[in-house]
């Protein structure tokens, strides 16, 4: 404690009093000893004295809500008054915010939150105003906080929710704690965010594998951090189910799921088993109604019903003989064939009284009803026959209303099996061709498209079922003859193609899972499948569940966009973009360039190498590779290397094509180079002026493709679908669905499509409105005839392909649809050889065969024999040239040291005279030079520049665009 200089003084002034001298000789008469100046009057009062101030002595504290007491009850006044207290802050942490209660009486009390020293004020005032100060310090210290950090579940699966739990931290001086979770440990596949806040956080896991987390606990002062358990997450959640499967059936648009083995049926709802029921006799069928409410199972002889809300047999009813498969409605009636008897089997159906009929419908043995959604119609695949067809029954309280079957006879197939889609909207086959269903008969039950397997295999599919939720069919494929496989194939809806792949895991005891059948919920993205531990002799049963996870906890990497194959001369700019590039997040994104190798006379130098957009001019022809990634400033992409092919000044430039182009065409008005690969869903345009290569989705896998007479859009030819493209825009304007497979396609200049589907032996020409989005059939055509449009954009021309003789047709596009209009002339005297290319005048056809025809309005000149190319055996590809007036073909030749090579001819298109030729350069392969096989030739606008498609058939990336002058 600090005395106050006012006290000292006056103590001081005291004892000066105490020592003054008294008596003095006293007054003429007066008394002896009286002093005093005033001769006896009254004696003044004593002077005030000022109050001694005491703020307490100084202490140390650890911090608490409650705050702290600060006594200045030790304070005095010399004089016995009562005293005023004004306590005050007087310097205090920064930040610290502090405050006094009782400011104005002894014991005060400090409330402080914040760590550190604070000097306090204590004033102390009497009634005469005289007054003293006194101070004391108040240290506080902080206690680190108590951080917990707890994890919901340790083995999750893929996609399960999981709380990370900072709830039992404390913080022992009453502060307010803030959480961050950082992720630790995680596989090199995830993708989980890099942090969280909060005291709880949701969150699941994307990928299988280790995980683990460390939480900071921080008080604003100190921080604690605790690591939390390894959360071992799974791909499914597995579950032992107690009863084995056989026959497996589920509610016709998804829901319930029931299967049948020996006398016990089990019944699976929203991905759980939820009851076990005993049946009367040995099930060898099983099937539920629309509804949900009702499951048939079918006996030796006899079937029973069963109410799936209580689980309970309600009857079993005498068939009157052995049953293949059930089918049972909402209204309890059931629908079978007979097990035995002839190839074809009445349909007979049960009453929910049990009273059994037979009707006038036949099926052909074997084949097994899928009810559609809605009831009130059975579809059937033929099985055991050739060629198999798809059949529907339709019905109304047990009474057969009628059949139909595809408009198909052999055209598509179907294999035996049949699944119709939750939704009701189409029907898959087991060859994997897919169905449109209408509820009009005459409109149910044609073509939309067939599933496309990745890398192109082969598909039999030994069960299937489709999500409404995701638009996906999920198909368990048939492996090695056996119905169970270890793999799920996964399917978009909407193109055909297979997008995903689900991998069985093993079991605890480490034997390999295989899916019997599989079940996509329908109202989350949530799949659900019946596996077993072995092919033949299993001895678990397992329901799996599969879950995609939420990306709201996920941060992706940058999607890097760029082309990763493009060409060059030397002395000219190169540029390269990835501006097209992004993240999924929003985030902005910095990129980073970098050359990885140049021929060995180059000596270039990269500048500028952080933009989305890279350009150089190479001086030295050869090959340049280039390396770039994105980054979003917390993900980076994975590199994607980029290669440059330079070529010389004046040599052909070589553009590698990124896979196997179906077709490919040229806009001589837009300079630009249009091709589609056969396993993407895309639509590639490369403009020649730059080499910049960019790709269009399209709503299927393409085939064909057919450029309009201006060069400005492009049709599309899909199975099942057409689409209408803008090239300057680079947008699908419309797709336009059609009942056939896809075909070659050409644009007439109204902007409606004409293609000849490539199914079939004889078809019809399919026109397509985009402007009325309508599709119509017309004329007889043979399936697979390639088709030319010409020039006039009137009329078009096809040629057959699997004929012989080979023969062309001619079409008038002037109507909706197309009709054929006049006859080839010859029976075998003038080749065709299955192709045919109209001159860029319109005056001349030329045919594979190297054979000249007329073009004509003249029916009695059109399609006549006019000459031969010289010295030509077999035209891959062609086209014409007015400003050079000559033709390109795409050929094979001799070189001089005997091998064959390919070779772009050159001739006139008056005497069809060879005036030069173009031998296709050999490319570099691991073994040495590779000649190539063109397939595709095209002159640009002016003539001067020819564009060949060649194939290096032995290399990886085979497929290149050679570009040159003739």
């Given at each position: 404690m600090?005395?106050?200089?006012?006290?000292?003084?006056?103590?001081?002034g005291?004892?000066?009093?105490?020592?003054?001298?008294?008596?003095?000789g006293?007054?003429?008469?007066?008394a002896p000893g009286?002093?005093?100046?005033n001769?006896?009057?009254?004696?003044p009062?004593?002077a005030?004295?000022?109050?001694?101030?005491?703020a307490?002595?100084?202490?140390?504290?650890a911090?608490?809500?409650?705050?702290?007491?600060i006594?200045g009850?030790?304070s005095?006044d010399?004089?016995?008054?009562?005293l005023?207290?004004?306590?005050?802050i007087?310097?205090e942490?920064a930040?610290a915010d502090a405050?006094?209660?009782?400011?104005?009486v002894p014991?005060?009390?400090?409330?402080?939150?914040?760590p550190?020293?604070?000097v306090i004020?204590l004033?102390v005032?009497?009634?005469?105003?005289?007054?003293?100060?006194?101070?004391?310090?108040?240290?506080?210290?902080?206690?680190?906080p108590?951080?917990?950090?707890e994890?919901?579940?340790t083995?999750?699966?893929?996609?399960d929710?999981?709380?990370?739990?900072?709830?039992?931290?404390?913080?022992?001086?009453?502060?307010?704690?803030?959480f961050?979770?950082?992720l630790t440990?995680?596989?090199?596949?995830?993708?989980?965010?890099?942090?969280?806040t909060?005291?709880?956080v949701?969150?699941n896991f994307?990928v299988?594998?280790?995980y683990?987390?460390?939480?900071e606990?921080?008080?604003?002062y100190?921080s604690t951090v605790v690591?939390t358990?390894?959360?071992?997450?799974?791909?499914?959640a597995?579950?032992?189910?107690?009863a084995?499967?056989?026959h497996?059936a589920?509610q016709?648009?998804?829901g319930?799921?029931?299967?049948?083995?020996e006398?016990?049926?089990?019944?699976?709802?929203?991905?759980?088993?939820?009851?076990?029921?005993t049946?009367?006799?040995?099930?060898?069928?099983?099937?539920?109604?629309?509804?949900?409410a009702?499951?048939?199972?079918a006996?030796?002889t006899s079937?029973?019903?069963?109410?799936?809300?209580?689980?309970?047999?309600?009857?079993?009813h005498?068939?009157?003989?052995s049953?293949?498969?059930?089918?049972?409605?909402?209204?309890?009636?059931?629908?079978?064939?007979r097990?035995?008897?002839?190839s074809?089997?009445?349909?007979?159906?049960?009453?929910?009284a049990?009273?059994?009929?037979v009707?006038?419908?036949?099926?052909?043995?074997?084949?097994?009803?899928?009810m559609?959604?809605?009831?009130?119609?059975?579809?059937?695949?033929?099985?055991?026959?050739?060629?198999?067809?798809?059949?529907r029954i339709?019905?109304?309280a047990?009474q057969?209303?009628g059949?139909?079957d595809?408009?198909?006879h052999?055209?598509?197939?179907?294999c035996g099996?049949?699944?119709v889609?939750?939704d009701?909207?189409?029907?898959?086959?087991k060859?994997?061709v897919t169905?449109?269903?209408?509820?009009?008969?005459?409109a149910?039950?044609?073509?939309?498209?067939?599933?496309?397997?990745?890398?192109?295999a082969?598909?039999?599919?030994?069960q299937?079922?489709?999500?409404?939720?995701?638009?996906?069919?999920f198909v368990?494929?048939e492996?090695g003859?056996?119905?169970?496989?270890?793999?799920i194939?996964?399917?978009?809806?909407?193109?055909?193609?297979q997008?995903?792949?689900l991998?069985?895991?093993e079991?605890?005891?480490?034997?390999?899972?295989y899916?019997?059948a599989v079940?996509?919920?329908q109202?989350?993205?949530e799949?659900?499948?019946?596996?077993?531990?072995h092919l033949t002799n299993?001895?678990?049963?397992?329901?799996?569940?599969?879950?995609?996870?939420?990306?709201?906890v996920?941060d992706?990497?940058?999607t890097?966009i760029?082309?990763?194959?493009?060409?060059?001369?030397?002395g000219?700019?190169?540029?390269?973009?990835?501006?097209?590039?992004?993240?999924?997040?929003?985030?902005?994104?910095?990129?980073?360039w970098s050359?990885t190798s140049?021929?060995a006379m180059s000596?270039?130098?990269?500048?500028?190498?952080?933009g989305?957009?890279?350009q150089?001019?190479p001086v030295?022809?050869?090959?340049y590779?280039m390396?770039?990634?994105a980054?979003?400033?917390?993900r980076?992409?994975?590199?994607?290397?980029v290669?440059?092919?330079v070529?010389?000044?004046?040599?052909p430039?070589?553009?590698?094509?990124?896979?196997h182009?179906a077709?490919?065409?040229f806009?001589?008005?837009?300079n630009?180079?249009?091709?589609?690969?056969?396993?993407?869903?895309?639509l590639r345009?490369?403009?020649l002026?730059?080499?910049s290569?960019?790709?269009l989705?399209?709503?299927?896998?393409?085939?064909?493709?057919?450029?309009?007479?201006?060069?400005?859009?492009?049709?599309?030819?899909?199975p099942?679908?057409?689409?209408l493209v803008d090239?300057?825009?680079g947008?699908?304007?419309?797709s336009?669905?059609?009942s056939a497979?896809?075909?070659d396609?050409?644009?007439?200049?109204?902007?409606?499509a004409?293609?000849?589907?490539?199914?079939?032996?004889?078809t019809?020409?399919?026109?397509?409105?985009?402007?009325?989005?309508?599709?119509?059939?017309?004329g007889m055509?043979?399936?697979?005839s390639?088709?030319?449009?010409?020039?006039?954009?009137?009329?078009a021309?096809?040629?057959?392909?699997?004929t012989s003789?080979?023969?062309m047709?001619?079409?008038?596009?002037?109507?909706m649809?197309g009709s054929?209009?006049?006859?080839?002339?010859y029976h075998?005297?003038?080749?065709?050889?299955?192709?045919?290319?109209?001159?860029?005048d319109?005056?001349?056809i030329l045919?594979?065969?190297?054979?000249?025809f007329?073009?004509s309005a003249d029916?009695?000149?059109?399609?006549?024999?006019r000459?031969?190319?010289?010295?030509?055996?077999f035209?891959?590809?062609?086209?014409?040239?007015?400003e050079?007036?000559?033709?390109?073909?795409?050929?094979?030749?001799?070189?001089?040291?005997?091998?064959?090579?390919?070779?772009?001819?050159?001739?006139?298109?008056?005497?069809?005279?060879?005036?030069g030729y173009w031998?296709?350069?050999?490319?570099?392969?691991?073994?040495?030079?590779?000649?190539?096989?063109?397939?595709?030739v095209?002159?640009?606008?002016d003539g001067?520049?020819?564009?060949a498609v060649?194939d290096?058939?032995?290399?990886?990336d085979?497929?290149?665009?050679?570009?040159?002058?003739?």
């Open positions: 600090r005395v106050g200089i006012a006290a000292a003084v006056a103590a001081l005291f004892l000066l009093a105490a020592c003054g001298g008294g008596g003095g006293g007054g003429t008469g007066g009286g002093g005093g100046g001769g006896g009057g009254v004696t009062p004593p005030n004295r000022p109050p001694v101030a005491s307490g002595p100084d202490f140390t504290a911090i608490v809500p409650t705050g702290y007491q006594d009850s030790a005095t010399p004089d016995g008054n009562p005023s207290y004004v306590w005050s007087v310097s942490p930040g405050t006094i209660t009782g400011e104005s014991l005060a009390r400090l409330n402080a939150m914040a550190g020293s604070y004020g004033r005032v009497d009634p005469a105003g005289a007054e003293n100060t006194d101070t004391v310090t108040v240290t506080l210290t902080n206690d680190a108590v951080a917990v950090a994890v919901s579940a083995r999750p699966a893929v996609a929710e999981v709380l990370l739990n900072a709830g039992g931290s404390s913080d022992a001086n009453g502060h307010p704690l803030t961050t979770w950082r440990r995680a596989p090199n596949a995830s993708n989980l965010r890099q942090s969280f909060g005291a709880v949701s969150l994307d299988a594998g280790d683990a987390f460390s939480l606990a921080s008080d604003g100190t690591e358990e390894t959360v071992r997450v799974s791909t499914y597995v579950q032992t189910l107690n084995p499967f056989r497996i589920e016709p648009g998804g319930v799921i029931v299967s049948v083995h006398r016990a049926l089990l019944v699976i709802r929203d991905g759980r088993e939820a009851a076990v029921t049946l009367p006799a040995v099930g060898t069928s099983v099937a539920i109604s629309p509804n949900g009702l499951a048939a199972v006996h030796e079937v029973s019903v069963i109410d799936l809300s209580t689980y309970t047999v309600m009857a079993t005498d068939a009157g003989g049953m293949h498969s059930v089918a049972i409605a909402d209204d309890g009636y059931i629908y079978t064939t097990s035995s008897g002839g074809w089997r009445n349909v007979m159906t049960i009453s929910p049990g009273v059994a009929s009707s006038y419908v036949s099926i052909f043995e074997g084949s097994g009803p899928q559609h959604p809605s009831g009130g119609r059975i579809y059937f695949a033929d099985r055991n026959v050739s060629p198999a067809d798809i059949r339709s019905f109304d047990g057969i209303l059949q139909n595809s408009p198909y052999g055209d598509y197939y179907f099996d049949a699944w889609a939750a009701g909207n189409s029907l898959l086959s060859c994997g169905l449109r269903l209408r509820d009009n008969p005459l149910d039950m044609t073509f939309a498209y067939q599933l496309t397997r990745q890398g192109g082969s598909l039999s599919v030994a299937a079922a489709y999500s409404r939720f995701v638009h996906r069919w368990v494929p492996n003859g056996s119905s169970l496989s270890p793999q194939l996964i399917f978009d809806a909407a193109t055909g193609q997008s995903g792949v991998t069985l895991p079991s605890d005891s480490g034997r390999q899972l899916a019997k079940y996509p919920s109202t989350r993205d799949v659900h499948i019946l596996a077993q531990d299993p001895q678990e049963y397992y329901l799996l569940r599969f879950k995609t996870p939420s990306t709201e996920l992706f990497p940058p890097l760029v082309q990763t194959q493009t060409a060059g001369r030397a000219r700019p190169v540029r390269i973009d990835a501006g097209a590039s992004f993240d999924p997040e929003g985030n902005p994104l910095t990129f980073s050359l140049q021929p000596s270039l130098v990269l500048t500028d190498m952080t989305p957009a890279l150089f001019t030295v022809a050869g090959r590779v390396s770039v990634t980054s979003d400033g917390a980076e992409s994975g590199p994607r290397t290669t440059i092919d070529a010389a000044g004046g040599a430039m070589v553009y590698r094509m990124d896979g182009p077709d490919a065409e806009s001589k008005a837009l630009l180079f249009v091709y589609i690969a056969d396993d993407k869903a895309e345009l490369l403009q002026d730059d080499l290569e960019t790709r989705a399209l709503p299927r896998v393409a085939h064909r493709i057919g450029i309009s007479p201006d060069g400005g859009t492009a049709a599309i030819s899909h099942g679908m057409a689409s090239l300057q825009t947008r699908v304007v419309q336009v669905e059609y497979d896809w075909g396609i050409v644009l007439d200049r109204r902007g409606r004409h293609l000849i589907p490539n199914r079939d032996q004889w019809s020409l399919i026109s397509i409105d985009f402007a009325t989005g309508t599709a119509q059939a017309g055509a043979r399936a697979g390639k088709m030319r449009l010409h020039p006039n954009g009137d009329w021309y096809s040629a057959t392909v699997d003789p080979s023969r047709d001619k079409w008038l596009l002037t109507g649809p054929p209009t006049g006859g080839f002339p075998g005297h003038y080749a065709v050889h299955g192709n045919v290319w109209i001159s860029e319109g005056d001349a045919a594979a065969s190297g054979n000249v007329n073009t029916q009695s000149v059109d399609m006549f024999y000459d031969s190319l010289q010295d030509a055996l035209v891959y590809g062609a086209d014409h040239s007015t050079r007036n000559i033709w390109a073909t795409a050929e094979q030749a001799l070189a001089p040291d005997g091998r064959v090579i390919g070779r772009i001819n050159y001739y006139a298109d008056t005497t069809f005279e060879r005036t031998d296709i350069p050999s490319v570099s392969g691991p073994s040495g030079p590779v000649t190539s096989q063109p397939i595709h095209f002159f640009t606008g001067q520049t020819t564009l060649a290096a058939y032995t290399l990886a085979r497929w290149m665009l050679h570009i040159s002058g003739p």
